[in-house]
T-cell receptor, first 114, second 116 residues
């Protein structure tokens, strides 16, 4: 168990809908990362937050947004969902944002858009 | 931009044997980290081993070791005494030093099956 908690584990929804994925980092970790794993795109970095502030942005669509709250949990909001958004969404955390950080991953949220 | 390539989509090995998974990467950076992550059927991403680019000595973690060739931009993973629990997808990943966060760039993965 990595100590990173993601909810829900599975999510089934329809095209056009909006969903929120939640992540609780390991105790004491200030950085949270979101990754998307899909069959055609592989594992892609979406976004990183550090202590409530956006730190780095990757291949995140404009329809997607994220935030990190004062208690350090993070939410990833996906709107106007399309079939191609079906994927496994991982959250990871690390203590800080230094170069030598080890990332610890949660078990992921499997999103199915029908 | 960095790219990571794993040229072996699938591999198999007999239990107790040794297997080597390949990874090459392309970067203009001089200082960076390389990782191997394991993703078993449970889907969890588990860090197997990490290598700092400025260290010449290859990293080892119990049965797992790497062969890091910086000039060739090669980073292979050797699993010794393979166990059934090693069956998983293995991803090679790259992280560069910088002020822009800690994003990992992943390869496409190698599916490893350990046969009894």
């Amino acid at each position: 168990d990595s100590g990173v908690t993601q909810t829900p584990k599975h999510l089934i929804t329809a095209t056009g809908q909006r969903v929120t994925l939640r992540c609780s980092p390991r105790s004491g970790d200030l950085s949270v990362y979101w990754y998307q794993q899909s069959l055609d795109q592989g594992l892609q970095f979406l976004i990183q937050y550090y202590n409530g502030e956006e730190r780095a942005k990757g291949n995140i669509l404009e329809r997607f947004s994220a935030q990190q709250f004062p208690d350090l949990h993070s939410e990833l909001n996906l709107s106007s969902l399309e079939l191609g958004d079906s994927a496994l969404y991982f959250c990871a955390s690390s203590p800080r944002t230094g170069f030598n950080e080890k990332l610890f991953f949660g078990s992921g949220t499997q999103l199915s858009v029908l | 931009a960095q790219t990571v390539t794993q040229s072996q989509p699938e591999m198999s090995v007999q239990e107790a044997e040794t297997v080597t998974l390949s990874c090459t990467y392309d970067t203009s950076e001089n200082n960076y980290y390389l990782f191997w992550y394991k993703q078993p059927p449970s889907r969890q991403m588990i860090l197997v081993i990490r290598q700092e680019a400025y260290k010449q000595q290859n990293a080892t973690e119990n049965r797992f070791s790497v062969n890091f060739q910086k000039a060739a931009k090669s980073f292979s993973l050797k699993i010794s005494d393979s166990q059934l629990g090693d069956t998983a997808m293995y991803f090679c990943a790259f992280m560069k030093q910088g002020n822009a966060g800690n994003m990992l760039t992943f390869g496409g993965g190698t599916r490893l099956m350990v046969k009894p």
